[in-house]
Nanobody
Framework: QVQLVESGGGLVQPGGSLRLSCKAS????????IGWFRQEPGKEREGVSC????????YYADSVKGRFTISRDSATNTVFLQMNSLGPEDTGVYYC????????????????????WGRGTQVTVSS
């Protein structure tokens, strides 16, 4: 069982920045990829960015490349998502996820196949 606790969501103006954090705990979490899915209003959840601890590789959805940066503090198993140049299209609930797979594999999984989810944190981009 993996526990995931998110923090860092909120309201930000277009063009602004936010940083999300996710602390992971549980058995073998060192071997898990950890990342973020988001659910925009009226849409399915989709992978945004994920990072693997085993090979250090990361994955970004095309919609966030160049704007979002994911990083991982392996000592504390905390993953950070730095989100810059935010736009209204980034509004949604961001869920921390973990799965025993690679970063790209996890981020491109159908949500129903992802093993572990946090409760989610709301990000709203609005003026």
């Amino acid at each position: 069982q993996v526990q995931l606790v998110e923090s860092g969501g909120g309201l930000v103006q277009p063009g602004g920045s936010l940083r999300l954090s996710c602390k992971a705990s549980g058995a073998n979490v060192d071997f898990f990829a950890i990342g973020w899915f988001r659910q925009e209003p009226g849409k399915e959840r989709e992978g945004v960015s994920c990072i693997s601890n085993l090979d250090g590789k990361s994955y970004y959805a095309d919609s966030v490349k160049g704007r979002f940066t994911i990083s991982r503090d392996s000592a504390t198993n905390t993953v950070f998502l730095q989100m810059n140049s935010l736009g209204p299209e980034d509004t949604g609930v961001y869920y921390c996820v973990a799965d025993p797979s690679t970063a790209e594999s996890m981020c491109t999984l159908p949500p129903s196949l992802v093993d572990n989810w946090g409760r989610g944190t709301q990000v709203t981009v609005s003026s």
